[in-house]
Nanobody, 117 residues
Framework: VQLQASGGGLVQAGGSLRLSCAGS????????IGWFRQAPGKEREFVAG????????DYAESVKGRFTISRDNAKNTVYLQMNNLKPEDTAVYYC???????????WGKGTQVTVSS
């Protein structure tokens, strides 16, 4: 499966963005999808994940209550709604696909999210 993240940009602290992960191929709905991020000088970290039906979801503690992951298999798309953004959320965000609970077999190109204070 090929994945492409989009929707990043520059936003002020407290603002919102919605990232999209578009997948190609008819097997997209069979994969769990995850979001990871990497900030300059920091290690890559898990942000959120969703199972292939959308029934299973997981979040990093740092984003719980602020980020929401969802999927629309009819559109081969997974979304990451990010609210109340903080400067520490600044990073390149990547969507990934694979097996629950660690979907990391497939990686798409990232999208930059920058949150200004």
């Amino acid at each position: 499966v090929q994945l492409q993240a989009s929707g990043g940009g520059l936003v002020q602290a407290g603002g919102s963005l919605r990232l999209s992960c578009a997948g190609s191929g008819d097997t997209f709905s069979a994969y769990a999808i995850g979001w990871f991020r990497q900030a300059p000088g920091k290690e890559r970290e898990f942000v959120a994940g969703i199972g292939w039906t959308g029934g299973l979801k997981d979040y990093a503690e740092s984003v719980k209550g602020r980020f929401t992951i969802s999927r629309d298999n009819a559109k081969n798309t997974v979304y990451l709604q990010m609210n109340n953004l903080k400067p520490e959320d600044t990073a390149v965000y990547y969507c990934t696909g694979g097996r629950w609970p660690a979907p990391m077999e497939y990686w798409g190109k990232g999208t930059q999210v920058t949150v200004s204070s």
